[in-house]
């Protein structure tokens, strides 16, 4: 019996996968995420989401394709890694995510490929065609040159592509060394950590998510304020802690977090 079980729960409550259903829509990701939906509809062209390691981009991802599925009218697509070995194969693949098949031998074979299919959809078809990228620190430079290209398609009134870069702050600097790449940014938004309030809600909404009774508590005001100090708000840190931290309350046999609980497990995790 997993440790979930035993505190009559029906799901891991701080699972580290990025699972829309315990998706807390924090003041932080809310916002970013009502920017790009707005980005999305009205064509704007490029977005940039940056964050440090763990703050949420992944899993805000996954939200906002959620958001749009019921709208046939957008085509999302995304790329988990952008690691490839030329540029060859960065545009053989993008075509092939947009389902473009044909003989395509050069780089330049790609992009007329790829430029007609954004016409077709995007003005024949009048969809929005959505590029996802995550991870995007791992954009080397040739890469973000073929993407500056991509964003040149465009009619009198909007881009074709829309491109949405999720990065954790080190693509910053990089995107210096790129012409023209920085004025293409229509919305550039940078993902906080939490503050001590949203911590607090965020731990409370995955264990409700994971069935826990709306009346029972689990976490003390003060284990929760101890949490925050030591994830400093960061969503993967108060997951991975708070997991943790439920262990060793079943170990010790338990009813309740405190402080002194969680102040053991971090020193245990040291
Ligand atoms: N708004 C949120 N509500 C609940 N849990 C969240 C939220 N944002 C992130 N998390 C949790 O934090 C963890 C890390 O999230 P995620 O993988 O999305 O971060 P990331 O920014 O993509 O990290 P990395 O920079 O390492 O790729 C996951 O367990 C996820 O469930
Ligand atoms: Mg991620």
């Known amino acids: ?32 995420l009502r920017r790009l939906e707005i980005a999305i509809r009205l064509k704007r062209g490029m977005s940039l989401i940056l964050g440090d390691v763990g ?8 939200i906002l394709m959620q958001s749009f599925r019921n709208e046939n009218r957008f085509a999302f697509h995304m790329i988990l890694n952008p690691n490839y070995k030329s540029e060859f194969q960065f545009l053989s693949s993008l075509a092939k995510r947009f389902g473009i098949d044909g ?3 050069s780089s330049m074979d ?13 003005v024949d078809e009048e969809k929005t065609v959505v590029l996802l990228i995550d991870e995007g ?42 012409r023209n790449f920085t004025d293409r ?10 503050g001590q309030e949203d911590t607090k809600k965020l731990i409370l909404f ?6 826990l009774d709306n009346f029972r508590d ?15 708000g960061y969503p993967r840190r108060i997951a991975l802690l708070c997991h943790d931290t439920l262990e060793n309350l079943i170990i010790e046999g338990k009813k309740i977090v405190d402080k002194e609980l969680v102040l053991k497990t971090i020193e245990r995790n040291e």
């Open 55 to 62: 703050v949420g981009k992944t899993t805000l991802s996954r």
């Open 206 to 211: 995955r264990l409700r998510q994971a069935g």
């Open 1 to 32: 019996m997993s440790y979930f079980n035993k505190l009559g729960l029906k799901e891991e409550p701080f699972s580290t996968s990025p699972d829309p259903n315990f998706f807390y829509q924090s003041r932080e990701h809310g916002s970013a």
């Open 110 to 122: 790609c992009q007329d490929a790829i430029e007609r299919y954004l016409f077709r959809e995007g």
């Open 218 to 232: 689990v976490f003390t005001d003060d284990a929760m304020d101890e949490i925050y100090k030591y994830s400093l």
């Open 137 to 178: 620190q791992k954009l080397s430079l040739p890469f973000l040159e073929v993407l500056r290209t991509l964003l040149n398609y465009e009619t009198n009134k909007y881009k074709l592509l829309q491109l949405i870069i999720m990065a954790q702050l080190e693509l910053l600097p990089k995107i210096k060394h790129v």
């Open 185 to 194: 940014i229509s919305l550039k938004y940078i993902i906080n950590p939490l």
């Open 103 to 105: 003989d395509l031998r």
